[in-house]
């Protein structure tokens, strides 16, 4: 056993309150529970932030962003382990990526890229900004990477929609 299920989480967080670890669990159903409580704390703080800094430098908004996870890539690992098996740790999984999708298609579409195009840029980014958590990259590579993505793939000069 590894990670959210060995971890003694309800006995500190328990002893920090002053109260015994069962009385942790009045408040959340199970330690996945508690965990994916802990992370949409983590992540509304850095979304806000994110969603608020809209500014005209993609690059720089996101390689920011990037940083800031960097924080929490043990638990970024945990809960990609976890999700295979805990549905509250899946749904929070899938809640992120939607919301992450949403906020650069979103980014995109403020910077016209044209809308064939957005769903696989968001895509390449996203799997390049998971590398780079996931990796420890540091953060000159970060902002070189994010940087050389976003002047390569979102610039407005988009492909020819294949459709026509």
Not at 56 to 76: C, N, Y
Not at 103 to 117: I, M, N, Y
């Amino acid at each position: 056993m590894t990670g959210v299920q060995t971890c003694a989480l309800p006995i500190s967080i328990g002893r920090e309150c002053g109260v015994a670890s069962n009385v942790v669990y009045w408040y959340f159903d199970s330690k996945d529970h508690l965990f994916v409580a802990t992370l949409e704390d983590f992540l509304d703080l850095r979304l806000a932030v994110a969603e608020q800094s809209q500014e005209s430098d993609l690059a720089a908004t996101l390689s920011r962003f990037v940083g800031d996870l960097m924080q929490a890539r043990h638990l970024i690992a945990a809960v990609h382990e976890r999700s295979h098996h805990s549905d509250v740790v899946a749904e929070f999984h899938n809640w992120v990526h939607a919301t992450y999708n949403r906020l650069l298609e979103d980014a995109l579409t403020s910077r016209g890229v044209a809308p064939h195009d957005r769903p696989l840029v968001v895509e390449a980014l996203m799997t390049a900004i998971e590398g780079l958590i996931m990796h420890g990259a540091s953060p000159a590579h970060v902002e070189e990477m994010i940087s050389f993505l976003v002047e390569s793939l979102a610039s407005a000069n988009s492909t020819p929609d294949p459709a026509k």
